[in-house]
């Protein structure tokens, strides 16, 4: 099992593990049927550190270090602390608000998650009016924060996928508003681009700091960041 996980120390040995990585760069053999796509997508899984990491370290997945960094950079994981996971699957983000110091979480994803002490996982559309009301039901006070890491399924066209992206996370922070106890947190998964100004203006309006930051465990290449409002000021 994976301890707390100390980004700053593993960084000290960035340069020595990326030199070592270069040497052993592994490349995915060609296979009948598969796309080419896949084969870069295998490609990039099998020489990526944090992958490599996260199997080494026990972690459900490589995004677990994207809410380490955020909890090490903002603080944001209390002791005890009631948890809301949004787009849990595979149950990363769960399992280190759990070794954080996390009470209980309620985690919620349309893809199944197996069984983590201290979690409760619903197996359901968070989208739908069914899949909030399960998450309500299922919490026993108003909870400390509420994280998502939820995506669209993409389409193929940049503009659409967008929306749909703001259209979650408008729908996550519309939940934190609702549940979060004064002084909680939330923090959500976004996109650079446009169509977010609304739910910036929202979360202003109700946290006492918001603010962008992008975990170096997230790819280069990737326009994906993330919103943290801390300090809910109730409703």
């Given at each position: 099992?994976?301890?707390?996980?100390?980004?700053?120390?593993?960084?000290?040995?960035?340069?020595?593990?990326?030199?070592?990585?270069?040497?052993?760069?592994?490349?995915?053999?060609?296979?009948?049927?598969?796309?080419?796509?896949?084969?870069?997508?295998?490609?990039?899984?099998?020489?990526?550190?944090?992958?490599?990491?996260?199997?080494?370290?026990?972690?459900?997945?490589?995004?677990?270090?994207?809410?380490?960094?955020?909890?090490?950079?903002?603080?944001?994981?209390?002791?005890?602390?009631?948890?809301?996971d949004?787009?849990?699957?595979?149950?990363?983000?769960?399992?280190?608000?759990?070794?954080?110091?996390?009470?209980?979480?309620?985690?919620?994803?349309?893809?199944?998650?197996?069984?983590?002490d201290?979690?409760?996982?619903?197996?359901?559309?968070?989208?739908?009016?069914?899949?909030?009301?399960?998450?309500?039901?299922?919490?026993?006070?108003?909870p400390?924060?509420?994280?998502?890491?939820?995506?669209?399924?993409?389409?193929?066209?940049?503009?659409?996928?967008?929306?749909?992206?703001?259209?979650?996370?408008?729908?996550?922070a519309d939940?934190?508003?609702?549940?979060?106890?004064?002084?909680g947190?939330?923090?959500?998964?976004?996109?650079?681009?446009?169509?977010?100004?609304?739910?910036?203006?929202?979360?202003?309006?109700?946290?006492?700091?918001?603010?962008?930051?992008?975990?170096?465990?997230?790819?280069?290449?990737?326009?994906?960041?993330?919103?943290?409002a801390?300090?809910?000021?109730?409703?």
């Amino acid at each position: 099992m994976a301890r707390d996980g100390d980004i700053r120390r593993w960084k000290g040995k960035g340069e020595a593990f990326g030199d070592k990585r270069r040497k052993l760069t592994q490349r995915v053999k060609t296979a009948r049927g598969r796309k080419t796509s896949s084969n870069r997508w295998l490609q990039r899984q099998l020489n990526d550190v944090y992958v490599q990491r996260a199997q080494d370290e026990g972690y459900r997945g490589r995004a677990a270090y994207k809410l380490i960094e955020l909890d090490e950079r903002f603080r944001l994981i209390r002791k005890g602390a009631l948890v809301v996971d949004l787009g849990a699957a595979p149950g990363g983000w769960s399992q280190v608000a759990l070794i954080r110091g996390a009470g209980q979480v309620i985690g919620i994803d349309l893809l199944p998650m197996e069984p983590l002490d201290g979690a409760h996982f619903l197996e359901m559309d968070f989208s739908d009016d069914a899949g909030v009301a399960a998450v309500l039901a299922a919490l026993r006070a108003a909870p400390d924060i509420v994280i998502s890491d939820m995506a669209a399924n993409t389409t193929g066209h940049p503009a659409t996928d967008h929306l749909r992206i703001v259209a979650l996370v408008e729908l996550a922070a519309d939940f934190a508003i609702r549940t979060l106890k004064p002084g909680g947190h939330f923090v959500a998964k976004v996109f650079q681009g446009g169509g977010a100004a609304d739910l910036l203006k929202t979360l202003k309006a109700n946290f006492d700091k918001v603010r962008h930051f992008k975990p170096d465990a997230s790819r280069s290449e990737s326009a994906e960041t993330y919103v943290v409002a801390r300090g809910f000021r109730g409703r």
